[in-house]
């Protein structure tokens, strides 16, 4: 195999000033928990501003690439040669059999870009692109210059080693997950909510999970389908603890006792009440949803109001402005949607009205509430204390 290590590119990392270690050291960790599972050794390192890979041994390459695209913080990944540094003759060699092997066809328009981090070399970037150019048009005649939309860019850099590459591989971008606190997530089985952990995570917050079960009138496998989800989304967040709630009872009583145009409304504020008390038992700073505005009769403004107001930790939509389109497009990006449209309902459809409030009023809302003051702090407290704890792990 001709690759034996990668350079590993980040983007907001690098404007992090005096902290940027830390952002690096986080990355380095989720790297290490991505290639867990991939059969190989590798050594990370870093230096200045880049991050290296190193393959102990064989290894898969396709594998490698796979996982590090999993990685949230990489923005690209570059196959790359690593060479001493032994003079302009040697690199010269070097940049050679690169290409000769890299591209059995040489047909092609190139551009040599050279960064030059070891000052100490004897001649300037400049020099190095014009005489390297030189050199590969007298070595493989077929290739041409084209500075402007080169077919190949070649990267040579000179650092502690040399750095050949010419092809970077899209990575997730985004942050290391870990670097930004952690957030509970209302985890459903339908198509947002999953797109939701996948965004927030995004920005590097580590997340665990709440699911509402409501059996009999939801099945095991419509349990199952919510824990593959989180599954998935674990492959770019590092575990999910997911809590299973049985919400059966708090949703039969306020199907008893509440108007029937509230249901939705007042089942939710419950919902969002549970996933409070979680997330501060395990100290996240925030609810995360897949509301979107306006996108069912619970997501009105109103409506989010109305669901807010019985939370004291913020709640964070990433998905707010987003369309229905959009949010599938996201889905099928990261591998959620075909688990996602599995026929299995989750309690949230099964006890939806004909005619739901659009435009809630909190006033009576709350004087609905009052219906349920005999049993339902009782029943919270129940339905805390027999959550279930699954630790959903995308490496296991």
Same mark, same amino acid.
Request: proline fraction near 5%.
């Given at each position: 195999?001709?690759?034996?290590?990668?350079?590993?590119?980040?983007?907001?990392?690098?404007?992090?000033?005096?902290?940027?270690?830390?952002?690096? !050291?986080?990355?380095?960790?989720?790297?290490? =928990?991505?290639?867990?599972?991939?059969?190989?050794?590798?050594?990370?390192?870093?230096?200045?501003?880049?991050?290296?890979?190193?393959?102990?041994?064989? =290894?898969?390459?396709?594998?490698?690439?796979?996982?590090?695209?999993?990685?949230?913080?990489?923005?690209?990944?570059?196959?790359?040669?690593?060479?001493?540094?032994?003079?302009?003759?040697?690199?010269?060699?070097?940049?050679?059999?690169?290409?000769?092997?890299?591209?059995?066809?040489?047909?092609?328009?190139?551009?040599?870009?050279?960064?030059?981090?070891?000052?100490?070399?004897?001649?300037?970037?400049?020099?190095?692109?014009?005489?390297?150019?030189?050199?590969?048009?007298?070595?493989?005649?077929?290739?041409?210059?084209?500075?402007?939309?080169?077919?190949?860019?070649?990267?040579?850099?000179?650092?502690?080693?040399?750095?050949?590459?010419?092809?970077?591989?899209?990575?997730?971008?985004?942050?290391?997950?870990?670097?930004?606190?952690?957030?509970?997530?209302?985890?459903?089985?339908?198509?947002?909510?999953?797109?939701?952990?996948?965004?927030?995570?995004?920005?590097?917050?580590?997340?665990?999970?709440? =699911?509402?079960? &409501?059996?009999? =009138?939801?099945?095991?496998?419509?349990?199952?389908?919510?824990?593959?989800?989180?599954?998935?989304?674990?492959?770019?967040?590092?575990?999910?603890?997911?809590?299973?709630?049985?919400?059966?009872?708090?949703?039969?009583?306020?199907?008893?006792?509440?108007?029937?145009?509230?249901?939705?409304?007042?089942?939710?504020?419950?919902?969002?009440?549970? &996933?409070?008390?979680?997330?501060?038992?395990?100290?996240?700073?925030?609810? /995360?949803?897949?509301?979107? /505005?306006?996108?069912?009769?619970?997501?009105?403004?109103?409506?989010?109001?109305?669901?807010?107001?019985?939370?004291?930790?913020?709640?964070?939509?990433?998905?707010?402005?987003?369309?229905?389109?959009?949010?599938? &497009?996201?889905?099928?990006?990261?591998?959620?949607?075909?688990?996602?449209?599995?026929?299995?309902?989750?309690?949230?459809? /099964?006890?939806?009205?004909?005619?739901?409030?659009?435009?809630?009023?909190?006033?009576?809302?709350?004087?609905?509430?009052?219906?349920?003051?005999?049993?339902?702090?009782?029943?919270?407290?129940?339905? /805390?204390?027999?959550?279930?704890?699954?630790?959903? !792990?995308?490496?296991?």
């Amino acid at each position: 195999m001709m690759f034996k290590a990668f350079l590993i590119k980040y983007g907001e990392i690098g404007i992090k000033g005096k902290n940027r270690h830390l952002f690096e !050291d986080a990355l380095v960790h989720q790297i290490k =928990y991505a290639l867990k599972p991939v059969e190989g050794e590798f050594l990370i390192s870093k230096e200045q501003g880049r991050i290296y890979i190193e393959a102990l041994g064989d =290894y898969d390459y396709d594998e490698v690439i796979e996982s590090l695209q999993c990685v949230f913080g990489i923005v690209g990944i570059c196959p790359v040669v690593l060479k001493e540094e032994e003079g302009f003759e040697q690199l010269a060699k070097d940049v050679m059999e690169y290409l000769d092997r890299r591209y059995p066809e040489k047909n092609k328009t190139f551009k040599v870009n050279t960064r030059r981090a070891k000052k100490s070399y004897p001649m300037t970037s400049m020099e190095v692109s014009a005489a390297l150019g030189g050199r590969i048009l007298e070595a493989f005649p077929e290739m041409k210059v084209d500075v402007h939309q080169p077919e190949l860019m070649i990267h040579v850099e000179i650092r502690k080693k040399i750095n050949i590459y010419s092809e970077m591989i899209p990575g997730p971008g985004g942050m290391p997950v870990g670097t930004n606190g952690k957030g509970m997530l209302l985890l459903s089985g339908g198509i947002d909510s999953p797109v939701a952990g996948y965004m927030i995570a995004k920005r590097g917050v580590k997340i665990d999970a709440v =699911y509402f079960h &409501a059996p009999p =009138y939801t099945s095991e496998r419509a349990k199952q389908k919510v824990v593959d989800l989180a599954k998935i989304v674990a492959k770019y967040s590092g575990p999910i603890y997911l809590k299973v709630v049985n919400f059966t009872d708090i949703q039969m009583y306020i199907y008893e006792k509440c108007p029937h145009e509230e249901l939705t409304i007042i089942m939710r504020r419950y919902m969002m009440r549970i &996933a409070e008390h979680f997330a501060r038992e395990t100290n996240s700073l925030g609810l /995360i949803t897949g509301e979107s /505005i306006g996108q069912v009769a619970s997501q009105t403004m109103q409506s989010l109001a109305a669901t807010n107001e019985v939370c004291q930790l913020p709640v964070y939509r990433p998905l707010i402005g987003f369309d229905k389109q959009e949010i599938i &497009a996201v889905s099928e990006k990261i591998g959620t949607y075909e688990t996602s449209i599995l026929p299995y309902e989750d309690c949230c459809t /099964i006890f939806v009205a004909k005619h739901p409030v659009t435009k809630p009023n909190l006033k009576i809302i709350r004087r609905s509430e009052t219906h349920l003051e005999e049993k339902i702090g009782e029943m919270v407290k129940t339905a /805390i204390e027999t959550a279930e704890t699954i630790v959903v !792990d995308a490496l296991s």
